[in-house]
């Protein structure tokens, strides 16, 4: 009977490996509830799109790798480009063209696209889940036509980062347990060493949530789980700080 009882219960939430691109289809419903899952992805977003100046030419390309469901597109609007997102994840490409990006399923190592097509190639929160974050960045400059801007952003190969990534933040009830592997995080110094290598001068900055901001957005959430409703208010500002040790930002222009 035990047998047969065991059969009949439901199954739970599925266990993945650490930083299993599964993961994002099981939290597809999260990417625009602006108090869900990849909350945090949107802030960032912003603050990546900041980096990225108007369209100097007709028909500018800023091509968005690992670009998940578009979350980068609201920010461009107005800037003059043709916004082309390539991510692994279909259910994740489904959004992001709903959203007004033309979308490529493929991998951020073997991109479809030729040489040299891109004004601007955006990586942002994606060097972290790649097994060879190297190929992506060769694949990322392969793209940029010269003078072309490479922005990104990642978390860097630290202790603190993964004391702050992984153990803290994932204690957290908006951040996604198992989302990364902290065996992947990219350190600074290499980053910038590779990009070198490939014609990009990348410089460097060390970003955080602000911290005003950040509590206030989560005593809001916490309120309004309570409650049932949604949150509103104004969300967390990603601003610069000295440390590059846990979340930074890259930007840099091909050469010539």
């Known amino acids: 009977m035990r047998d047969v009882a065991a059969a009949a219960a439901p199954a739970g939430p599925r266990v993945l490996p650490r930083n299993d691109p599964r993961q994002y289809d099981d939290l597809a419903g999260e990417w625009w509830r602006p108090d869900g899952a990849f909350a945090m992805l ?27 469901a578009g979350l980068l597109a609201p920010h461009l609007t107005g800037k003059g ?28 190592t073997a991109v479809p696209l030729p040489a040299g097509c891109a004004d601007v190639v955006s990586a942002g929160e994606l060097l972290e889940h790649v097994p060879a974050w190297p190929r992506v960045v060769a694949e990322a400059c392969r793209l940029l036509r010269p003078g072309g801007l490479l922005v990104l952003d990642t978390l860097n190969d630290t202790a603190l980062a993964r004391l702050v990534a992984v153990r803290i933040a994932e204690r957290m009830p908006t951040v996604p347990r198992g989302i990364h592997d902290p065996r992947l995080f990219v350190d600074a110094g290499a980053l910038v060493a590779e990009c070198a290598r ?16 950040l509590v206030a957005w989560l005593l809001r959430r916490a309120r309004a789980s309570r409650s049932g409703a949604t949150p509103t208010g104004p969300v967390p500002r990603i601003v610069p700080t000295r440390s590059t040790a846990v979340l930074y930002q890259g930007w840099g222009v091909r050469n010539g």
């Open 42 to 68: 949107h802030w960032l977003a912003e603050a990546r799109a900041a980096l990225v100046p108007p369209a100097t030419r007709p028909d500018a390309l800023l091509v968005d790798l690992g670009c998940g």
């Open 81 to 108: 480009y043709r916004h082309v997102g390539v991510d692994l994840t279909h259910s994740a490409l489904v959004q992001a063209a709903e959203h007004g990006v033309r979308v490529v399923q493929g991998d951020a």
């Open 198 to 213: 490939h014609g990009v001068d990348l410089r460097v900055r060390g970003v955080r949530p602000q911290a005003g901001g």
